[in-house]
């Protein structure tokens, strides 16, 4: 039973073979949560159950992986940017194609800038290390897109091209 929980958390880890693409394995991974999303939208439970599921198996995926992969934090593994996209897009409505593009760009952004606390936790042991630096970055584009959307997007509406609405 044990080799097929390995193979598992394996295949998670590396987003389903996607970690394994030669040009920015991290940024492929981030668009597993974006088929999600695409059906449910960030407000659906059956998003947040997929959502929980990815984020509660990502350390234990992270782990097992870089152990086998013998590197701190190989680019193979991309589960971390998996739930942390994820917890970008959580909450968030499906109206459109571009709070898609927003949510993709904006983990991206934080993902690759790292602010505090994001750096400080890339240095924590194994798993937890290569998760919880995607999981800052998931919460700080959350955080933009939601006062984004709910403050910024309703003040400025009437003044958007039509292309630039989100319904």
Same mark, same amino acid.
């Given at each position: 039973?044990?080799?097929?929980?390995?193979?598992?958390?394996?295949?998670?880890?590396?987003?389903?073979?996607?970690?394994?693409?030669?040009?920015?394995?991290?940024t492929?991974?981030?668009?597993?949560?974006?088929?999600?999303f695409?059906?449910?939208?960030?407000?659906?439970?059956?998003?947040?159950?997929?959502?929980?599921?990815?984020?509660? *198996?990502?350390?234990?995926?992270?782990?097992?992986a870089?152990?086998? *992969?013998?590197?701190?934090?190989?680019?193979?593994?991309v589960?971390?940017?998996?739930?942390g996209?994820?917890?970008?897009?959580?909450?968030?409505?499906?109206?459109?194609?571009?709070?898609?593009?927003?949510g993709f760009?904006?983990f991206?952004?934080?993902?690759?800038?790292?602010?505090?606390?994001a750096?400080?936790?890339e240095?924590?042991?194994?798993?937890?290390?290569?998760?919880?630096?995607?999981?800052v970055?998931?919460?700080?584009?959350?955080?933009?897109?939601?006062?984004? *959307?709910?403050?910024?997007?309703?003040?400025?509406?009437?003044?958007?091209?039509?292309?630039?609405?989100?319904?």
């Open positions: 039973m044990k080799p097929i929980r390995e193979k598992f958390l394996f295949t998670v880890a590396v987003g389903f073979g996607l970690g394994y693409g030669p040009v920015a394995p991290g492929w991974g981030s668009l597993i949560p974006l088929v999600f695409l059906i449910w939208g960030g407000n659906s439970p059956w998003f947040w159950l997929i959502a929980g599921i990815f984020i509660l *198996l990502s350390v234990p995926a992270a782990d097992l870089a152990r086998k *992969l013998q590197a701190k934090d190989p680019r193979k593994i589960v971390d940017e998996v739930a996209q994820f917890l970008t897009l959580l909450f968030l409505p499906f109206t459109g194609w571009m709070i898609m593009v927003a760009l904006a991206r952004f934080f993902d690759i800038v790292k602010p505090p606390p750096r400080r936790a240095r924590l042991p194994a798993g937890w290390g290569i998760v919880l630096d995607d999981v970055a998931g919460i700080y584009a959350n955080i933009l897109l939601q006062l984004l *959307l709910r403050i910024v997007y309703p003040l400025l509406s009437f003044h958007l091209a039509p292309w630039l609405t989100l319904t």
